[in-house]
């Protein structure tokens, strides 16, 4: 199973990006998909998250409202559309795919750097 990230860049505050990643070797139909970050010198964090199940969705309080996670079963894609980029936000972008509180599959990470 490999997870493919891409997306990041570098991007003035304020502005947006549209991280993806695609599974090969499994279909995510059934799995969770979540995108977490680590800035430098601090521990990864979770960001969001899209469960199996249509509409189950959940994000970090710091990003709330200005991320969006949703998913493309037909690519086999999970997208984190994140908005208002704030310096704060610079990190490696990871995606993961598991079921329940286990995440199994990860990705090698984008890294996302914000300018101010």
């Known amino acids: 199973v490999q997870l493919q990230a891409s997306g990041g860049g570098l991007v003035q505050a304020g502005g947006s990006l549209r991280l993806s990643c695609t599974a090969s070797g499994l279909t995510l139909n059934y799995y969770d998909m979540g995108w977490f970050r680590q800035a430098p010198g601090l521990e990864r964090e979770f960001v969001a998250q899209a469960g199996w199940s249509v509409g189950a969705t959940a994000y970090a309080d710091f990003v709330k409202g200005r991320v969006t996670i949703f998913r493309d079963n037909a690519k086999n894609t999970v997208y984190l559309q994140i908005n208002s980029l704030k310096p704060e936000d610079t990190a490696v972008y990871y995606c993961?795919?598991?079921?329940?509180?286990?995440?199994?599959?990860w990705g090698q990470g984008t890294l996302v750097t914000v300018s101010s």
């Open positions: 993961a795919m598991g079921l329940g509180s286990s995440w199994d599959y």
